[in-house]
């Protein structure tokens, strides 16, 4: 079982960056999916989640507007498109995977955690 994040990088501000999440050893469609990030001396947030059947979607007020969450089953991979980049968006992101009884904001907020992915490092800097 593992979920693998790329796609971070060091990117200018008002810039765009498309994180992937690739998950293996497990059905993708199960479960809901989400987003989280950790900035250097602040506790994790939720960025944004969506549900297993992906009918309800939460977003960070912080990113509402400017990241988009999706996924492809297909490709067992989940993505966030983060677009209009601010400096205060650096942080270490990380994908998850929550169990199916969870709506949304429930998985954005820790609960019903499933898997875990590593991070991938965001860096918004002139």
């Known amino acids: 079982v593992q979920l693998q994040a790329s796609g971070g990088g060091t990117v200018q501000p008002g810039g765009s960056l498309r994180l992937s999440c690739a998950a293996s050893g497990f059905t993708l469609n199960a479960y809901g999916i989400g987003w989280f990030r950790q900035a250097p001396g602040k506790e994790r947030e939720g960025v944004s989640c969506?549900?297993?059947?992906?009918?309800?979607?939460y977003y960070g007020d912080s990113v509402k507007g400017r990241f988009t969450i999706s996924r492809d089953n297909d490709k067992s991979t989940v993505y966030l498109q983060m677009n209009n980049l601010k400096p205060e968006d650096t942080a270490v992101y990380y994908c998850?995977?929550?169990?199916?009884?969870?709506?949304?904001?429930?998985?954005?907020?820790?609960?019903?955690?499933?898997?875990w992915g590593q991070g991938t490092l965001v860096t918004v800097s002139s």
């Open positions: 998850a995977t929550g169990y199916r009884s969870r709506g949304a904001e429930s998985i954005c907020r820790g609960y019903g955690i499933a898997h």
């Open positions: 969506t549900n297993s059947n992906d009918l309800t979607t």
